[in-house]
């Protein structure tokens, strides 16, 4: 059985395709983050990657309401936010992770 995105009638009917070749965590001081990086199946043969930075928020529901009241409690989670850092575009996965964790460790 050959690979599903291999075939190019697959693809075709996408604007965009990425393949995660390898995603880590990371964890400087207050912060941990998540990289992921890609590989375009559609366009060229660049890596590029998705930056998110882990958050702690309470949620508080907004509905439904049941007599006046929230059907259920504010709850903490752990959520994902893009981390925010700037563009990365690189020839192989290694490089466009190098680059990725240089701009986690040397912020500014």
Do not use: C
């Not at 964890?27 to 366009?43: A, N």
């Amino acid at each position: 059985m050959s690979d599903v995105l291999e075939n190019p009638e697959v693809l075709k009917e996408f604007d965009e395709v990425y393949e995660i070749v390898k995603t880590v965590e990371v964890v400087v001081p207050g912060k941990r983050y998540r990289i992921e990086v890609l590989k375009s199946l559609r366009h060229d043969i660049h890596f590029q990657i998705y930056d998110w930075r882990h958050e702690h928020v309470n949620a508080q529901p907004s509905y439904p309401r049941s007599g006046g009241k929230f059907e259920r409690k504010p709850e903490d989670m752990e959520i994902l936010v893009p981390a925010g850092l700037p563009w990365v575009h690189m020839p192989t996965a290694e490089d466009a992770l190098r680059e990725a964790l240089h701009w986690i460790s040397h912020p500014g």
